[in-house]
């Protein structure tokens, strides 16, 4: 199950049943509005200066992303399943989400909101709506276990890690394979885009961390 909890006393909201196996991963929608704060990658000049004001931008850009709808959870599994929830209104799931093959390692919301990405053992990056859940493609080309997905600040790519020791970037729009990464000597068990999206790190099993320039 996926607890919920009130951030100001700790208590128990609400228990997401549904899932079959042990749930590995987990992703809020407004996720990159509350990790970048008043952070914008479009904005020059860089945050405000003052505290007061900068909290005033990340709750502007944090209610700019979620809009005038609740916030969803995605939820991947052992069992192989997604979940998409609105847990701060209800414990009913909005779909199941089916199609990988093996377990689920990783689940990321697009920036924007408008995407999920999952990473799975099957080998396979998948793409789905971010408002329904529903399926839109797979994307195939790894020949090992992806253990990461992370999206480019503007929604428009993704970049996979996997154990066959190559990331690989995923174009949204034309859904094909933009870009081939090797330069690991072992598995990638770690992928982050920078919140600029100028830069993309890595790190595997051969005890590097290797930056990539966009």
């Not at 970049?159 to 090797?182: A, C, I, M, Q």
Request: proline share 5%.
């Amino acid at each position: 199950s996926v607890c919920v909890w009130e951030a100001s006393n700790g208590k128990l909201c609400r228990a997401l049943k549904g899932h079959g196996h042990w749930v590995n991963t987990l992703a809020l929608s407004t996720e990159h509005a509350l990790r970048t704060g008043p952070h914008s990658p479009t904005d020059k000049a860089g945050p405000p200066k003052d505290p007061e004001e900068a909290k005033k931008v990340s709750l502007e850009r944090y209610q700019e992303l979620k809009g005038t709808k609740t916030e969803r959870l995605v939820s991947g599994s052992d069992d192989f399943t997604m979940f998409l929830w609105e847990p701060e209104d209800s414990n009913k799931p909005i779909t199941r989400m089916t199609g990988h093959q093996q377990l689920i390692n990783q689940v990321q919301f697009s920036p924007n909101g408008l995407h999920i990405c999952s990473a799975s053992f099957d080998k396979s990056v998948k793409l789905w709506d971010g408002l329904t859940g529903k399926f839109i493609t797979s994307f195939f080309g790894h020949v090992g276990p992806v253990y990461q997905v992370s999206w480019s600040a503007d929604s428009r790519l993704v970049v996979s890690g996997s154990k066959d020791s190559t990331l690989k970037v995923w174009e949204v729009r034309t859904k094909k394979l933009k870009l081939d990464l090797p330069g690991h000597a072992d598995e990638v068990f770690s992928v982050d885009w920078s919140p600029d999206g100028w830069r993309v790190a890595s790190g595997g099993k051969d005890r590097l961390l290797r930056i990539w320039r966009h």
